[in-house]
């Protein structure tokens, strides 16, 4: 009765596993002791098996399907959709029809957040656009920093997706898929590559601003073991709430605690073997780990002055304090996110998120563009130039991007107001690439002429996915879980990889 019970308890595909192998190795297992031939093996068995237990570890380094260009990565999202139209696609002839209506036919079956279509019209950038690079890139005067960066990046002019909403936007842009319960992309990494960090999270979370209107959700493991979920790092103190002891308590109690607990747990592991019990284990474990680790990591003292000065990590706030992505210490903030994301990818850390909101410029565009570009710029070219000074940007690829872009229409949502911003817009937005194996200094896909769709290489969200995949040598076709009765992937039922992004 004990072992059926036992069974009831293991998930579906365990139990088929067991069903397929224990039946036999019982039967085999029974014939050899009645011979007397396992009696050595099971008491050498019985003394091993506590340590068998403590290595369980789910961010173990696993092989890739093929060869890798990639080994870890840093993801800038700029939550609330960055208007691709003042910084990646100059589009003159959007200047030129500057407060003209669309013909109806363009508009009828769109769907906008807030615009009215009855009376929307254009709206030019009044953006500067500049060859850059020996490669050519155009992009706007507001990227003075990364335009010196161009022939290292690759920009992606023709990236879209289905959803035109923040949340369901920010869910398909980081799990594949507009709705909840995904994991996220670097959930999805540390799954199938496991983590080379043994002292610090494979998955890292930072923010600054005031956060994204998706959340964790954004950073979540969904039905994967909660292990290969993204762990928040705090900006100011310790990075993770309780990771000193209390007074009073010393490192060798807290050991002798943790031993005590991980038999417990190890216990009910191989009575239910149960996912979330290793993860359990295993958090445990780097908990403790981390409290030597991450104070060494976040300590700049080892920094140069040169380096604290190319990322402005000690820079203050301009006079301007963007409504949306400001604060009293964004521009230090995001910066210091940025290099510790340097640090945190020479430490073995596979995926790091660095979080700014917002980008959402329904309305005072000019001057809150300013304001978060100039949060953005310097720190992510610093970042950039960084890696590939100590020989990382090779294998780390670095990406910028929001949820969607802003559309080419003014937004007009109250009436008699002036237009001063841009509505959502997924049908054509742009993406910034460099390092980790992509052919950088060039620019893939174009839109239209005034940036409404586009016209070559359009990229589906699960292509761009299938293609940061390939650069981990990970098939997005293999790397699945089974889920409901499916397999499930991230890329969902789409995505093809893009060559022409690959070096």
């Given at each position: 009765?004990?072992?059926?019970?036992?069974?009831v308890?293991?998930?579906?595909?365990?139990?088929l596993?067991?069903?397929?192998?224990?039946?036999?190795?019982?039967?085999?297992t029974?014939?050899?002791?009645?011979?007397g031939?396992?009696?050595?093996?099971?008491?050498?068995?019985?003394?091993?098996?506590?340590?068998?237990?403590?290595?369980v570890?789910?961010l173990?380094?696993?092989?890739?399907?093929f060869?890798?260009?990639?080994?870890?990565c840093?993801?800038?999202?700029?939550a609330?959709?960055?208007?691709?139209?003042?910084?990646y696609?100059?589009?003159?002839?959007?200047?030129?029809?500057?407060?003209q209506?669309l013909?109806?036919?363009?508009?009828?079956?769109?769907?906008?957040?807030?615009?009215?279509?009855?009376?929307?019209?254009?709206a030019?950038?009044p953006?500067?656009?500049?060859?850059?690079?020996?490669?050519g890139?155009?992009?706007?005067?507001?990227?003075?920093?990364?335009?010196?960066?161009?022939?290292d990046?690759t920009?992606?002019?023709?990236?879209?997706t289905?959803?035109f909403?923040?949340?369901?936007?920010?869910?398909?842009?980081n799990?594949?898929?507009?709705r909840?319960?995904?994991?996220?992309?670097?959930s999805?990494?540390n799954?199938?590559l496991?983590?080379e960090?043994r002292?610090?999270?494979?998955?890292?979370?930072?923010?600054?601003?005031?956060?994204?209107?998706?959340?964790?959700?954004?950073?979540?493991?969904g039905?994967?073991?909660?292990?290969?979920?993204g762990?928040?790092?705090?900006?100011?103190?310790?990075?993770?709430?309780?990771?000193?002891?209390?007074?009073?308590?010393?490192?060798?109690m807290?050991?002798?605690?943790?031993?005590?607990?991980?038999?417990?747990?190890q216990?009910?592991?191989s009575?239910t073997?149960?996912?979330?019990?290793a993860?359990?284990?295993?958090?445990?474990?780097?908990a403790?780990?981390?409290?030597?680790?991450?104070?060494?990591?976040?300590d700049?003292?080892?920094?140069?002055?040169?380096?604290?000065?190319?990322?402005?990590?000690?820079?203050?706030?301009?006079?301007?304090?963007?409504?949306?992505?400001?604060?009293?210490?964004?521009h230090?903030?995001?910066?210091?996110n940025?290099?510790l994301?340097r640090?945190m990818?020479?430490?073995?850390?596979?995926?790091?998120?660095?979080?700014?909101?917002?980008?959402?410029?329904h309305?005072?565009?000019?001057?809150e563009?300013?304001?978060?570009?100039?949060?953005?710029?310097?720190p992510?070219?610093?970042?950039i130039?960084?890696l590939?000074?100590r020989?990382?940007?090779?294998?780390t690829?670095?990406v910028?991007?929001?949820?969607?872009?802003?559309?080419?229409?003014?937004?007009?949502?109250?009436?008699?107001?002036?237009?001063?911003?841009?509505?959502?817009?997924?049908?054509?937005?742009?993406?910034?690439?460099?390092g980790?194996g992509?052919?950088?200094?060039?620019v893939?896909?174009?839109?239209?002429?005034?940036?409404?769709?586009?016209?070559e290489?359009?990229?589906?969200?699960?292509?761009?996915?299938?293609?940061?995949?390939?650069l981990?040598?990970?098939?997005h076709?293999?790397?699945?879980?089974?889920?409901?009765?499916?397999?499930?992937?991230?890329?969902?039922?789409?995505?093809k990889?893009v060559e022409?992004?690959?070096?």
């Open positions: 009765m004990a072992f059926l019970e036992q069974l308890n293991l998930k579906r595909r365990q139990f596993a067991s069903s397929a192998n224990a039946v036999g190795a019982l039967a085999l029974s014939m050899l002791s009645d011979d031939l396992l009696a050595a093996e099971r008491a050498e068995s019985e003394e091993s098996s506590d340590s068998d237990a403590a290595s570890n789910p173990e380094p696993k092989p890739p399907h060869v890798p260009r990639a080994k870890n840093i993801f800038i999202f700029l609330g959709g960055p208007s691709q139209i003042d910084l696609d100059p589009k003159p002839k959007l200047v030129e029809l500057n407060g209506a013909p109806e036919s363009m508009t009828e079956n769109v769907r906008f957040a807030f615009i009215k279509k009855e009376s929307a019209k254009l030019g950038s953006r500067k656009f500049e060859p850059r690079g020996q490669c890139m155009e992009l706007s005067d507001l990227l003075p920093h990364l335009s010196t960066c161009a022939d990046m920009l992606v002019r023709s990236l879209y289905e959803q909403n923040h949340h369901p936007a920010q869910l398909m842009l799990t594949g898929v507009g909840f319960g995904r994991p996220s992309f670097g999805w990494l799954y199938g496991g983590s960090s002292d610090l999270p494979g998955f890292v979370v930072l923010t600054a601003g005031r956060g994204s209107s998706g959340g964790t959700s954004n950073w979540s493991s039905f994967l073991p909660s292990t290969y979920q762990v928040l790092f705090r900006g100011q103190g310790d990075p993770v709430l309780n990771l000193a002891n209390p007074p009073g308590v010393t490192r060798e807290q050991r002798e605690s943790l031993e005590l607990i991980k038999r417990m747990n216990r009910r592991l009575e073997g149960d996912d979330e019990i993860s359990r284990i295993a958090a445990y474990e780097l403790f780990r981390m409290q030597a680790a991450a104070p060494e990591l976040i700049f003292s080892g920094e140069s002055q040169q380096t604290r000065d190319a990322y402005g990590v000690d820079r203050g706030e301009p006079e301007f304090v963007g409504e949306r992505g400001g604060g009293p210490t964004v230090a903030d995001f910066a210091r940025c290099l994301a640090r990818v020479e430490r073995g850390v596979r995926f790091v998120n660095i979080v700014h909101a917002s980008w959402d410029h309305s005072d565009l000019e001057p563009l300013k304001y978060n570009t100039s949060v953005l710029d310097q992510v070219a610093a970042l130039k960084d590939k000074q020989s990382l940007l090779d294998s690829l670095v910028i991007a929001g949820e969607f872009g802003r559309t080419p229409l003014g937004e007009n949502r109250v009436p008699g107001k002036p237009v001063t911003g841009r509505d959502h817009h997924p049908f054509a937005f742009s993406v910034l690439l460099a980790g992509i052919k950088a200094g060039q893939v896909g174009k839109t239209d002429e005034i940036g409404w769709s586009p016209i290489d359009p990229m589906h969200m699960n292509d761009f996915h299938a293609t940061l995949l390939h981990f040598g990970l098939d076709l293999k790397l699945t879980v089974p889920f409901g009765g499916l397999d499930m992937r991230l890329t969902n039922v789409g995505g990889v022409k992004l690959l070096a």
